[in-house]
Structure formats: C-alpha cells, structure tokens
C-alpha cells in the first residue's frame, strides 16, 4: 500500500534534514550536526510531524525562528525552512552578510521565484559567502499533515484564506486571486509530494471551480515542461489512464454550513470543538483553588499541554469513538495498569527489596527473572501511565463541559433534525431554557434546525430571533445564513438524511464506584452511520453513480495536452480507488470522521482497501466558524 501523505512528507523533511541526501543506516547512527532555522510556517509543518527527541536524533541541536535574535555560530552548517518571502529573503541575506553559521541550506516551503533567487545571489557575491550557500531547494512541502490522511494548508495568518476572506461582500478580484494562489500552490505541494496527478472534479460557479481551473493549469504546465517536471516518474508517456490515478474533489464550505455547527459525540471532534486543540497539541486548564469571590480572589489556574501524537496507541485507537466509549476504554487501561503496578510491588514485597534500587534488584540470581522482566519493563509502565493520565485529564475536561453545557441534549436533537425524527422538547423550549446551555450552543441548534427545515415563515423565524435575542446571543450571524439559504438551493430538504440516534441503558461500566468517570445524567447514544453530504458527494464521484448533484461537475484531466470543455474529456470507466477531498472555505474533525467511517465497509478491486485523504484551507471549529459568520453578518 503506498504511503500516507503524512509518512511521506515525515520522509521529505528527514531527507531535508539530512542535507537533503538520502536517509541511510550511517546517516542515522552518526547524523552531522547542524541548526534548524525556520518561520512561523515552517514551523507549524514539522511540529505535528517530528518531536523534538526526533530533531536531535538527526543531529539538529538547536532550532531557532527566523527572526529571533540569533547569536553567530561560525562553526555550524545552518538547514532553513521557510516560505521565499521577500521579508525572509532580505533576513536570510543578512544572516550572510553577518556571516552567522559556517554554511547555508536554503529549503524553501514553496518554488522561490526567480527574482528572489537572483537578489539572494548577488547578496552572497557581494558578501563573498558563495562557496558557503551550500544548497538551495524547493521543498514543496506548502501544507500540514496533521493525520496520516488528513491535511490543511495554513495555521498561521490563515485568516487570509478563511471562509470570511472569500465570501465578504467587498473582496476584490486582486485579493480573490491572492486566496486562490495560495491555495493552489499548496495542494501543487500536495501532489508533488505524492508524486501523482489526479483527474480533478468540482462544482460550477464557485471558488472551488476557480480553485479547480487555477490548479489544472498549473499541473498541465509542469507536465509540458518535460526537462523540470516534477512528475517525471508519472510522466504522460506511462499512458494517460494508468488506474492508480487518485479523484480530486474540490468543494465549496457553502455545500454544507449544517456540520461545521453540529455537537459531535466522537472524542478528537469533541476535543477539537470544547478544548484548545491546535496542530494536534491541546491545552487544558487545570484549577489549582477556587479562589474567594468574597474576597475578590480569582481561583489560581494552571495551563497544561499534551501532545495527541501518531505514537500514541490509546488516541490513535480511540479519536473516531463516540465520547462514552472512550470514557470506559480509559478505565479499562487504568485497571489495566493498576494490575501490572500491584504486580511489581508485589515481586519485590515477596523477596524483601521494596526500598532497593533498580540495579542490586538486576544482580540477583536467575530465579529472579521475572522480577528482572517486570522491572525492565517499568519504563513502558510508566510511558502507559502518562498516557492513561493525560487521556484522563482530557477526558474529564471534555465531561465537565459537556455536563454544563447539557451538550449530550444538543446532539440528540440536532442528529434527529437532520434525520428528520420527531423531538422530545421544542427548539424554542430549549432555547428559552436558561439551563440549557450557553448562547452559542442555542444558536447553533437554531440555524441547524432553519437550514433543515424546507420552509418557515418570517413570523416564525422572527419569533426564535426574539427568543435568541434574550438568550444573549448575537444574532449577526443569523443575517449572513438568511440569505445564504435564500440564494443556496439545498439539493434535497433531506440532504442529512439517514442518521439519528438511540439511546442505549447507562454506562454499566462506568457506573462502578470505582471510576474515573461520573456519567450520571449523560446519555449514552448508540449513533446510527449516516453520510454527510461531502461523504455523499465524494461517493457518488468515486464510484462512478449517477446522480443529479454531481452529474453537473466540472471533469479535468491535467494530463490531456491540450485543456478541452470537460463535457469532451475521455472519462475514466472504472471507480477510482482513492480520492482526495479538499473543502475551500475550511473543514472539521466531522467530516474527516465520516469519511473514514465510510471507508471502513469499502474494499476495492483485488480486496485492497480504498483511500481517502481530507484536507481543508483552515481547520476551525463551531465557535471559530460562527464568528466568521458573524463578520459577515455585520458587513450586510
């Protein structure tokens, strides 16, 4: 199976920090050591994807950002990654000018345009530090992996290319143009670092159609120029359909604004949507005391931080599982590990050694050997234990939340909404209910049950505002979905359709008294599968089913020499056996959810499992996106 686009940019950036020579068993045993310097962006590439003990493995002994204060280290290659701005052009210039390091490898995130490249040249003539540039590189490594198949194109100043960047009233065509660049060239970096060119679909009429456009051209040129392609290996000559070729499929956010507003119930998107969870580090806020409000005291808090990495056997197994599941998995590791904690106590109670140290336990005679192996496994005893720690830290943070909030409430009736059940409680009960919930969760059950509901006079719609209004929520938003829903056609009133949800008896495991975890007055939902609408989409496309929607998209073939109306395209017969998924406008843990949740029943021909990747402009969650939709909403 080929890999993941995050296993193959990992690959890239070790091979950048490696000089950009090939990885061998030498290079790794003995790395040169060397300084990594990047900006912001760079940064925010190699954070999710190398830890800092993998840095130094590679011999990189200090990383530093580029416009900090950086003392010269005369004696020391320097290994750059950053964007070719002409910002960071002119720092890494002066960097030579002041003759910081003794070499330079330059790795620039995206192509360095040929004007850049000249000023750097005649900067280093005219600093006589020629011979010192050892290397200058085009990574094309212009995206973020966060998962193995789930990608985004900025963290940093990703404002620029929100959801309110494209849709505001006032957005020229110049910076229009700007938005779409940016975006094309990182999913031009995407497909250089997988090596393929895809067949491209896409809505018409909408900036995934320009996004589309822009992106087709840019590959058909790269192709043409035979002598730099960087597909040379997927070259036109293998044949212009060979089958492994991946679907693209370029989406507008405006194909569905219900999910990004959905309380979820599985753990990486609970996290995503409650706590601080960025470039897959989140943060929580413990309370120390609470402090005396007689006083005036605040409580005392202290910020912790945990990293939800790919090593991490609990979160990998658990992100996709509903809330309450993962709550009982948490307590089965724990009881798990208490066992094998009382196990060891235990073997050096029985021989007299409690208060010995590791290594007179290690001398003693052979028929101690399974204390020896129980004490050298203590170190993977104790990397479980602070996995089970940390996964209970954020666990019980994502509880209190969701029991303030009643959010267990909010997802049973927005699942039955999209479903089109009949609710317990009217919307406007909830929303009149100053229990329930915070304001922003009252809105955001409000516009998922308008943009479900087919019709609803403006006597009604007045009378939720009202009742919105008192609630304290801000009602800007409300404007922007308004006309949203009046120009968007929705496909089928029931473009949610299928999901819903049951409600299973309590958390027997859970209810012990002796858990972690005190589930009264949750629910526990056993929650149907249903495809989401970009789900649907990518499925309708990917095996080739006719269907009103997607019927309509725009077909590109980057490979064809000459760009013809897509209508004239010689299609591909056969379903494609891996697709890539990009929203523009943004994404969530939602969607990535559900697309691999679909996977999950599909095998392709051969019995080989299918593939998808997701990737988005920004990642944001509900908070995030209402207020980009409140900007919107004030500007009409």
Known sequence: MAASIREKQIV?????????????????NEPSWKILVYDRFGQDIIS????????RDMGVTLHLLLYSDREPIPDVPAVYFVLPSEENVQRICQDCQNQLYESYYLNFISAISRQRLEDLASVAISANVVSQVSKVFDQYLNFIS??????????QNRHEISYYAINRADVQDTDMDQIMDTIVNSLFSFMVTMGTVPIIRCPKGNAAEMVAEKLDKKLRENLRDARNSLFTTDSVQAGQFSFQRPLLVILDRNIDLTTPFHHTWTYQALAHDLLDLNLNRVVIEEKLDPGNPATGQPSRIRKKTYDLAAADRFWQGQKGNPFPEVAEAVQEELEAYRASEDEVKKLKAAMGLEGEDESAISMLSDNTAKLTSAVSSLPELLEKKRLIDQHTNVATALLEEIKARKLDMYFEMEEKLMSKQTQERSILEVIQDPEAGRPDDKLRLFIIHYICTPTMTDAEFDQYAIALNDAGCNLSALQYIKQWKAFTKLSSPNQYGGGGTKTVGMFSKLMSTGSQFVMEGVKNFVVKKHNLPVTRV?????????????DEYRYFDPKLLRATDSSSIPRNKTP???????VVGGGNYIEYQNLMDYLKGKTSYGGASKRITYGCSELFNAEQFLKQLCQLGEQM
């Open 576 to 582: 494609f056996q891996e697709a890539i998924v990009f």
């Open 538 to 550: 990518v499925d309708a496309l990917m095996e080739l089913k006719s269907d009103q929607e997607t």
């Open 48 to 55: 999710p994807l190398l830890s800092v003990r993998e840095l």
């Open 12 to 28: 890239a950036l070790k091979r950048m920090l490696n000089l950009n020579a090939p990885m061998t068993k030498g290079s790794l």
């Open 146 to 155: 966060l998962e193995d198949y789930f990608f985004m194109v900025r963290h």
